[in-house]
């Protein structure tokens, strides 16, 4: 994948050089069982509490309320059903977005099916949850909130705090999905119970992630076996991964503020170039309260043609998405997220979405207009 560029990262990160080398000794030398009573064991042991400090010291938690799991996606899983079966008899109400990742919408649809009950909250044109229907939606039987902090496929963030406030003078549990925010934009979970979080999105390995369960919270673990994780996740330590995770972290804290500007520079300038030389764009979400590293766009009279741009645009060596990653494990349905925010399916099926990275320079988004243009041209000789 040399000279490829690669314009798709938040579906995944390439793991960074320092994040790798971290973890080398913990892949072939300390690779113990932290529950051996062995010194590879009580190695390991003292490593994981180590990073489980580290990771809370960055989310100002305490250490015991990081849960380590395999993914964002099983962090999702633990939160809502753990929340969902630890409650059961004080209420069967939930409340998501309509523009939650699929683990979390699929959760909530597997759980109608066990006798709970889900509203979807409405999301306003820009990219944002109705608050007030939030209000007005939490019932007595209501259990748990559940709001994305930035949404993966438009980038809008949402007020994560302002929720959590709602939700507790309701006294309801509200849990956060931060996995395309963590390490990017700060977090500040004060008003949250619960927040999923992910490393391959931070330049971290594949397969970890956590979930922050606060103190006093009601919940029962997904797996059960050994007793790991303070009893809440059973399953042998990745140690490798939770090594490479807080490195990830520790470098995207210590790198975000510049970080921050420089992608927001690339952003600025790709949206500038992207409204001057094509006439019938239109982006999805609202341009100011957004991550930085996301844009996502249409090009009218296009959207049909957006699975065929992206793959033009692949065999030049240009990696972008359409829609999520995810969308793509199913057939080419329109998404829903740009259906929530008020798309028809038609325009819902078209968009490209571009993602920034720690690696992408001004050179990349240069590169990208130039060749987009000529894919655009090539499929609509009227764009051209
Ligand atoms: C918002 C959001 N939530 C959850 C996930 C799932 O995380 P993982 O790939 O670690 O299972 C993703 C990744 O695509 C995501 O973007």
Request: charge should be negative; glycine fraction near 8%.
């Amino acid at each position: 994948m040399e000279n490829k560029i690669y314009l798709d990262n938040a579906a995944t990160t390439c793991i960074d050089k320092r994040v790798l080398d971290t973890m080398m000794p913990y892949l072939i030398s300390n690779y113990g069982n932290a529950s051996s009573l062995h010194q590879f064991g009580t190695s390991a042991k003292e490593q994981i509490a180590e990073s489980r400090s580290q990771i809370a010291h960055y989310l100002k938690c305490e250490p015991e309320e990081i849960v380590f799991t395999s993914s964002g996606t099983e962090a999702n899983n633990f939160a809502i059903k753990g929340i969902a079966f630890a409650n059961r008899s004080k209420g069967n109400h939930i409340i998501i977005s309509s523009f939650e990742h699929d683990c979390v919408l699929n959760t909530c649809k597997w759980l109608e099916g066990q006798g709970f009950y889900v509203t979807y909250l409405p999301i306003s044109k820009d990219g944002f949850v109705d608050l007030d229907f939030l209000k007005r939606a939490i019932n007595r039987k209501t259990i748990l909130v559940s709001v994305m902090h930035v949404n993966n496929e438009i980038g809008t963030i949402q007020p994560i705090s302002e929720i959590g406030k709602i939700c507790k003078e309701k006294d309801v549990y509200f849990h956060s999905d931060a996995c395309q925010s963590f390490g990017k934009i700060p977090i500040d979970i004060q008003n949250i119970d619960l927040l999923t979080i992910n490393s391959h999105k931070i330049y971290g390995p594949k397969g970890i992630g956590a979930l922050v369960v606060k103190k006093n919270t009601n919940i029962v673990p997904l797996l059960h076996g050994g007793g790991q994780e303070f009893g809440m996740r059973s399953s042998t330590e990745n140690i490798a991964g939770i090594v490479g995770f807080t490195k990830a972290v520790a470098l995207c804290f210590a790198e975000m503020e510049s970080e921050n500007l420089r992608i927001k520079e690339l952003q600025n300038r790709l949206i500038f170039y992207l409204a001057e030389n094509f006439e019938g764009i239109y982006f999805n979400g609202d341009l100011k309260m957004r991550l930085p590293h996301n844009i996502n766009f249409c090009i009218s009279g296009m959207e049909g043609e957006s699975i065929r741009l992206l793959l033009l645009l692949d065999e030049m060596g240009i990696a972008v998405s359409s829609g999520s990653a995810c969308s793509s494990n199913g057939d080419n349905q329109a998404s829903h997220v740009l259906q929530a925010i008020g798309l028809n399916q038609f325009e819902a099926r078209g968009s490209i979405r571009i993602s920034f990275g720690r690696y992408n320079s001004e050179k990349d988004i240069t590169l990208f207009i130039e060749k987009l243009q000529q894919v655009v041209g090539k499929l609509n000789p009227i764009f051209s």
